[in-house]
C-alpha cells in the first residue's frame, strides 16, 4: 500500500525535474497567500477598534466638522 502511494507521488511529482519545481513553487505561493491571510486576520482579531482603519471615521468627521465652522 504505502509503496502504490510512493510509487505515485514519484510518478507524478519526482520523475521531471519542471514538473517538481512547479509543484514546489506553486504550493510555495499558495502557502505564502494561506499564512499571510491567517496572520492578518489575527492581528486584526487582536487589535480590533486599535487600528486606524476601525478610528478613521471619528478624525475624518471632526475635520469635516472643523471645516463647516
Known sequence: MA???ASAIYQ???RRNTVYLTAMFSSAFAFELAFDTASNSVWDTFNKGRQWKDIKYQYINKADEEDDE
Open 3 to 5: 509503496g502504490a502511494i
Open 12 to 14: 507524478a511529482l519526482f
